[in-house]
């Protein structure tokens, strides 16, 4: 019923930048809470960014100043603006959503940064 399909994910070289986006579909467009999560090869998930449906954003530390997380409810559509990647920023990127405490994930995608 509710989904999130996730697009952007490509090939940059250390310092270049790109877009992720999620579209969500179904009964729930805006969600109380959208946020991108990051997953690297033994390490745990990590928040990368957060969006609260009023607009309202938080970073992790290490992205601060270089990500930027925005959200369209009319259009269902989630973003993050990426730049100044760097090689240990390789990982595959996913969009969380909840709404009214039901939770749904996106599949991920895998951003991929040469040393």
């Known amino acids: 019923q509710v989904q999130l399909v996730v697009s952007g994910g490509v090939l940059v070289q250390p310092g270049g930048s790109l877009r992720l986006s999620c579209a969500a579909s179904g009964t729930v467009i805006a969600f109380d809470f959208m946020g991108w999560y990051r997953q690297v090869p033994d390490k745990g998930r990590e928040l990368v960014a957060g969006i609260s449906s009023g607009g309202n954003t938080n970073y992790a530390d290490s992205v601060k100043g270089r990500f930027t997380i925005s959200r369209d409810n009319a259009k269902g559509m989630l973003y993050l603006k990426v730049n100044s990647l760097k090689p240990e920023e390789t990982a595959v990127y996913c969009c969380?959503?909840?709404?009214?405490?039901?939770?749904?994930w996106g599949q991920g995608t895998k951003v991929t940064v040469p040393s």
């Open positions: 969380k959503a909840f709404h009214k405490q039901q939770i749904y």
